[in-house]
């Protein structure tokens, strides 16, 4: 396993590099990175209505799209990024325990007891230090997460919308989970830089076939093309915002989803489902399939019977995602 240390801080480049390392290499990696002031959006995600736009333009905070599910999550200098790619196995998709194995292991040796809570989260003491996130493309598996060690928490909660969506399933909550840094919870005293070298170090004694690399030219030339094709570009991190006829979100235990939709001459005419939710397909398949469905159940139950409505939101059923679509119904 190639172990990095990628010492850039551009976000967009920082992105576009774990796109290149999935998609273009057949290594197993483990890299170590942070970023600038940014706020990385989920891959499913509505960035003019999950930001505070004004605040984000106020503070200079770049907003990348990532090529991951999930929600919003707010990097500075002090937040530590890991990354794991490999080639995904049976099961490995949305096995979150799997991945952080090695994270949980090492805050665990600074003695912090760390512990794996809902579906993708961190927590010290029930507080949240880590929010993970996952991809597969061409058979590879790219698992990356965020750890917040002496981040500016107060720039976290400014640049994030709070959203008024109901709650769909019992016991869910709607609140966003209380937050940690991790340097209030371990007594040696150290700086994001050597928290994140020792890190690396655990990394290279602990995980199997460890050893020291960097990034190649040619991964780099490749990285900096995609910034420029897509990580850096407006298309890409905020999209269209296209309005909607009709407009239904609620949030679920495997989270928020979102739907709006446009019905012309009895029809769906366009269609987006947003929100931070994780799915092993891409969403936009299953747009595709729905839009110029007859908006009526029984023409949208046989269109969604055709697919497994699971493999793009994970955890959805196709009864569920029937109730939503059908709520908007006239």
Known sequence: MRVIYNQSTDPAYNLALEEVMLTECDDDIAMLWRNSPAVIIGKNQ????????????????AVIRRMTGGGAVFHDLGNINFTFIQRCGSGDFNNYDLFTVPVRDYLRSLGAECEL????????????????????????????????????????SGALRARNIKVESKGIKSHRSRVVNICEKIERKMEPEEFLLGMLE????????????????????????????????????????????????????????????????????????????????????????????????????????LCDVGSYIAGMDRETLLTLLIKQET
């Not at 509505?46 to 605040?55: C, P």
């Not at 809902?118 to 598996?141: E, F």
């Not at 050893?211 to 990580?231: G, I, P």
Request: charge should be negative; hydrophobic fraction near 40%.
């Open 46 to 61: 509505n960035a003019i209505e999950e930001l505070d736009l004004d605040f984000v333009k106020r503070n200079s905070v």
């Open 202 to 305: 655990y990394f290279l004694n602990h995980l199997s076939d460890a050893h020291l690399s960097r990034v190649t030219e040619e991964e780099r030339v490749a990285a900096e093309k995609l910034v420029t094709e897509k990580y850096g570009r407006w298309e890409w991190n905020f999209g269209e915002s296209p309005k909607f006829q009709f407009c239904c979100a609620a949030k679920f235990d495997f989270g928020v989803v979102e739907v709006n939709l446009s019905v012309q001459d009895g029809a769906i005419s366009d269609l987006r489902i947003l929100g931070d939710f994780f799915g092993e397909k891409e969403i936009g398949e299953l747009e595709k399939l729905l839009t110029g469905t007859r908006f009526e159940t029984t023409a949208l139950e046989e269109k969604l019977i």
């Open 117 to 156: 809570s809902g579906r993708n989260d961190l927590l010290i003491d029930g507080m949240k230090i880590s929010g993970n996130a996952q991809t597969v493309r061409r058979g590879r598996i790219l698992h990356h997460g965020t750890m917040l060690y002496s981040a500016d928490l107060g720039r976290l």
